[in-house]
């Protein structure tokens, strides 16, 4: 029944993706911001009757900024506001009392703001950077491939063939056999048609790119459980049946897209 849910709520998800995609660069940053807006709130709760927790003050306006910034390059207006409340919001900070462990509140805002704004905002950046006839469109939906090929794969094979643990301190269900299948499906898979999308890009070349992506999605993935236990969470949220909340369905797409995009870059592919 789980595995009926959670591929029922990833159908929709799909289907609300296309939809963005299809809309265009208004419809996918809307789509970007607006799930971004939510892992604000999840990231904010999750910390909550924590000794110290990320300043708003910092993590909400750089987050608006490096998303906006992607978003829309050409609003410098739009920026700079943007920009202006988070030197205003770094001031305000550092003026608190130092029991309020103000300095550890400013890092985990830079660090949530970048988890969360700089790294999706490389989906946008990736969408455009794919330029005309659909190309955009394919990298992004091959960049989500990764993400939920490489989970699934991690998921099916660990409960069928799964025994030796791969991260227990961590996540105690993840098993190397899991680790492994959810590298290397999305690898070959991602890999083979990469160079379809950009005929530019080399066989080889295109499977470094989608190994390395694979693996990061596996870091995500981690770095998002560690989180949850360094806080005493389960989930990130409830909103999303089958999964919980946002950051749990997206925590290793962020960290892929930043590097399919990166690594395009390098290849002078795009």
């Avoid at 809307?30 to 924590?50: S, Y």
């Avoid at 999308?197 to 993935?221: E, Q, R, W, Y």
């Amino acid at each position: 029944m789980r595995l009926i849910v959670r591929t029922a709520s990833g159908v929709a998800l799909l289907g609300v993706l296309l939809l963005a995609l299809y809309l265009g660069t208004i419809g996918l940053a809307v789509l970007v911001v607006g799930i971004m807006g939510i892992g604000l709130f999840e990231f904010r709760n999750l910390w909550r009757g924590q000794p110290v927790g990320p300043s708003l003050l910092v993590l909400i306006p750089l987050t608006g900024f490096w998303l906006m910034r992607y978003a829309y390059p050409a609003v410098p207006a739009a920026s700079v506001g943007l920009f202006a409340g988070v030197l205003l919001g770094l001031t305000l900070v550092l003026f608190q009392r130092p029991g309020t462990r103000p300095t550890a509140s400013w890092a985990l805002g830079m660090a949530g703001a970048m988890w969360l704004g700089y790294l999706p905002g490389c989906i946008l950046l990736l969408y455009q950077a794919g330029g005309p006839h659909g190309r955009g469109m394919a990298l992004v939906l091959l960049a989500v491939g990764v993400s939920v090929l490489g989970d699934s794969s991690a998921y099916l094979f660990g409960s069928w063939i799964g025994k030796h643990p791969f991260a227990p301190r961590i996540s105690p269900k993840k098993t190397w056999e899991g680790a492994i299948a959810g590298w290397l499906v999305p690898t070959l898979v991602v890999g083979a048609l990469l160079p379809l999308v950009l005929p530019s890009l080399h066989l080889p070349v295109a499977l470094a790119i989608a190994a390395a992506a694979a693996a990061a999605a596996v870091v995500g993935d981690l770095a998002e459980s560690q989180l949850k236990r360094e806080v005493g969470a389960k989930d990130s949220g409830r909103l999303i049946p089958g999964h919980g909340g946002v950051l749990d369905r997206v925590d290793s797409l962020l960290f892929v897209a930043a590097v399919v995009y990166s690594l395009l870059g390098v290849a002078h592919a795009f």
